[in-house]
C-alpha cells in the first residue's frame, strides 16, 4: 500500500487546483497554516503536477488490479 489512496491523492489535487485559480484571479489562498499568493504560481504548479502524476499513477494500479508484474521471462541466447 502506497503513503495514500487514490481518493487522498485526488482531494490533494483539487486543492492545488483551487489554490492556483484563487492566486491567478489575484486573490490569496490558505492550505493549512500556508498563506500562498501571486508570487507562489511557481509552487502550486508544482505541485499540481505531483499530485496529477500521482492520480494517474493510482489509477493504472486500480485498473491492472496492482502493481507491474512479469508473468514470464525465457531468456534466449540467439
Same mark, same amino acid.
Given at each position: 500500500? $502506497?503513503?495514500?489512496?487514490?481518493?487522498?491523492? @485526488?482531494?490533494?489535487?483539487? &486543492?492545488? !487546483?483551487?489554490?492556483?485559480?484563487?492566486?491567478?484571479? $489575484?486573490?490569496?489562498?490558505?492550505?493549512?497554516? @500556508?498563506?500562498?499568493?501571486? &508570487?507562489? !504560481?511557481?509552487?502550486?504548479?508544482?505541485?499540481?503536477?505531483?499530485?496529477?502524476?500521482?492520480?494517474?499513477?493510482?489509477?493504472?494500479?486500480?485498473?491492472?488490479?496492482?502493481?507491474?508484474?512479469?508473468?514470464?521471462?525465457?531468456?534466449?541466447?540467439?
Amino acid at each position: 500500500m $502506497g503513503a495514500w489512496t487514490l481518493e487522498v491523492a @485526488r482531494n490533494h489535487l483539487n &486543492a492545488w !487546483l483551487e489554490a492556483e485559480i484563487a492566486v491567478s484571479t $489575484g486573490q490569496s489562498y490558505q492550505i493549512g497554516s @500556508r498563506q500562498l499568493q501571486r &508570487a507562489n !504560481l511557481g509552487q502550486i504548479k508544482e505541485q499540481i503536477r505531483f499530485w496529477k502524476n500521482e492520480v494517474e499513477k493510482l489509477e493504472r494500479k486500480s485498473r491492472r488490479g496492482g502493481t507491474n508484474r512479469v508473468m514470464g521471462v525465457i531468456p534466449r541466447d540467439f
